[in-house]
């Protein structure tokens, strides 16, 4: 069964709570709390604040256990924008926008929590090409050494005769 909880208009861009956001999801809700709980960011209190909610929510209203729930979405999306204005040289002024977002939290029971799997290494280069797979080098047939042959030439035949005599 999914639980869900929304808060509206939180007073933060939404880009700034989607990093917290991501954290969570598909973490079981005591390590989602706790993971909120250390997390030194203005997001992470008030989407720590939705998740209790969704998590009151699953144990008043649907009789569920909290020790099986799972965060299976944990949704960041704007909110209305509030319009303020700055005053700028030459008696101009300059808007400034106070974003808002809404929070929303779904938890399940019926999720199985599964690892994250490692990241694997990127095969890009620097300059953003892909880099070319490397080829298993062909296995090299070693040959026994060969013992060389001497081959005596005339002239070193008779330079060994004359030694011998001498």
């Not at 989607?18 to 989407?47: C, H, N, Y």
């Not at 729930?69 to 303020?84: D, I, M, Q, T, Y």
């Not at 977002?101 to 599964?114: C, F, G, N, R």
Request: a positive charge; aromatic letters at 4%; glycine letters at 4%.
């Amino acid at each position: 069964m999914e639980v869900r909880s929304i808060y509206k208009t939180a007073r933060v861009s939404p880009k700034k709570a989607r990093d917290v956001a991501r954290e969570i999801q598909g973490l079981p809700v005591s390590e989602a709390l706790d993971a909120l709980t250390f997390t030194p960011r203005k997001a992470a209190f008030l989407i720590g604040k939705t998740l209790k909610s969704a998590i009151a929510n699953a144990e008043n209203n649907h009789d569920l256990s909290a020790d099986n729930l799972v965060v299976k979405e944990a949704n960041v999306s704007s909110g209305p924008s509030f319009r303020r204005f700055k005053p700028r040289a030459r008696g101009s002024a300059s808007a400034i926008l106070k974003r808002t977002s809404h929070i929303a939290i779904i938890l399940s029971d019926e999720i199985t929590i599964e690892e994250k799997p490692q990241r694997k290494k990127s095969t890009t280069k620097v300059d953003g090409r892909k880099a070319a797979p490397k080829k298993a080098a062909p296995a090299k047939e070693e040959k026994a050494p060969e013992p060389e042959e001497i081959e005596e030439t005339p002239v070193a035949e008779a330079a060994a005769e004359e030694e011998d005599k001498a």
